[in-house]
């Protein structure tokens, strides 16, 4: 099958893969907002930074950094080491993403693990306009929780009392095994959960995900075995 | 300028940075045949990564709490081939009556 002949998905498509984390990421972005505020960060620039960062786990490590009184250099470092994930995660979409630059930029911002994971096809390609519509859904409800836990405190209670937070890895394991078809993948799984975990006790968060992508490292193909796997008959 | 309004466009910044490298720099053109093989294998590296780090992960320890209760009643509700939005619902469920209990 060539790359134009696979099934793409629409836009609502994407939305409606999103939902059912939309609620939990509305949820999460009001206990942002509620924890920004308390902290006495104000009203304004927590919603300017879940406008412009957009992924929640470096802006909770961010602002509970700074609230402790850890400083803007831990602060920022926390959270940028977060984000760092998107640099493989970016350059896995990029041969889907067209468009001029400033277009490409801006489809790169709706880039979040789960529209990251819902767009997967699961042969390491994502379809673009799920991704899209994904990441549409998804910023707007973290806009909205954001804004609901700024200005109205906490609405809907304790996401963790909730149990919302093992949605994201409930999605993401649903989204994982359909992919443990061939040893390659099973063995980048295994690497990477094993990887991650070994680091946990030692490196500061966001290093035990970044780190785990050596597990990607099971996918490599020498170009020798390439030639031979199709030299034969 | 407060460390507050720094922080804000520092992280915003680094975000934007990273999400929009990749994407910016290759945008719309083939990765070399050698890095699409990595990429075929990244997502599950990466989902696995996930998964271990937001299930089992505490304040610079393994933790086993409610969490992988939940992750359990996801992993019967896969096997069961019922659809991700059942799976999500059970294992924030399981987890809310564990913590609850």
């Known amino acids: 099958m060539t790359k134009d002949e696979r099934s793409t998905g629409t836009v609502m498509g994407g939305v409606r893969k999103s939902l059912p984390l939309c609620l939990a990421v509305a949820a999460f972005g009001v206990s942002f907002g509620v924890l920004a505020e308390s902290e006495g960060f104000g009203k304004l620039a927590p919603i300017v930074m879940s406008l412009t960062t957009f992924t929640g786990a470096s802006q909770f490590a961010a602002i509970s950094i700074l609230g402790a009184g850890g400083g803007l250099g831990a602060a920022v470092l926390a959270a940028v080491l977060l984000a760092m994930r998107y640099l493989p995660i970016g350059i896995s979409v990029a041969p889907e993403l067209h468009g001029s630059a400033i277009s490409r930029f801006a489809q790169s ?125 | 300028m407060s460390d507050v309004w720094r922080a804000v466009i520092l992280v915003g910044v680094g975000a934007m940075v990273c999400k929009a490298a990749g994407p910016v720099v290759i945008g719309g053109r083939q990765l070399p045949e050698r890095v699409q093989g990595l990429v075929g294998t990244l997502a599950p590296a990466l989902l696995a990564a996930l998964v271990a780090t937001q299930v089992f992960g505490g304040d610079h320890e393994l933790v086993l709490d409610a969490r992988a209760l939940g992750l359990a009643a996801a992993a019967v509700g896969i096997a069961a081939r019922a659809p991700i939005l059942m799976v999500v619902i059970a294992a924030a469920v399981v987890t809310a009556l564990a913590r609850a209990a």
């Not at chain 1, 529209?115 to 549409?136: F, H, Q």
């Not at chain 1, 929780?145 to 999605?171: E, K, M, R, W």
């Open chain 1, 109 to 233: 911002q709706l880039l979040l693990d789960e529209s990251w994971a819902v767009a997967n096809r699961g042969d390491g390609t994502i379809d673009r306009t799920t991704l899209v519509g994904a990441g549409l859904a998804l910023y707007v409800s973290w806009q909205l929780g954001t804004l609901a836990g700024v200005f109205g405190g906490s609405l809907i209670g304790d996401p963790q009392a909730l149990g919302l937070d093992a949605a994201f890895p409930a999605l993401f394991l649903a989204l994982l095994v359909p992919q443990l078809r061939n040893r390659r993948t099973r063995t980048a799984a295994l690497i990477g959960a094993a990887v991650a975990l070994s680091l946990i006790p030692f490196a500061r968060p966001g290093v035990p995900v970044i780190a785990a992508t050596v597990g990607c490292l099971a996918g490599w193909r020498s170009r020798g075995v390439d030639h031979s796997v199709e030299s034969i008959p």
